[in-house]
């Protein structure tokens, strides 16, 4: 799923993580291991942006981070190539 960091409203993307689509609309990431207790937890939403060549938009599913948010601790988490 993509990941967008979200500041007031705006939302840029800044990389991918393996967090199912079918997921609740606040994802908890599991901070140590799969049995651990500490989480954090993470917001889905819907991204609506305009393809490049037009057309009508396109809506998505992507974890929507707070700034500040600890992107990294999302499973399989892989920044956005700068």
């Known amino acids: 799923m993509k990941v967008y960091l979200d500041c007031g409203g705006e939302k840029r993307l800044i990389g991918r993580a393996d967090v199912p689509a079918d997921c609740s609309p606040v994802y908890e990431a599991r901070l140590l291991g799969a049995a ?22 396109v809506v998505e599913r992507a974890v929507l981070a707070a700034p500040g948010q600890p992107v990294e601790l999302l499973p399989g988490w892989v920044p956005l190539a700068s």
Do not use: E, I, K
């Open 36 to 57: 651990s207790v500490v989480t954090g937890r993470f917001a889905t939403g819907a991204v609506t942006h305009l393809p490049d060549g037009g057309g009508a938009p």
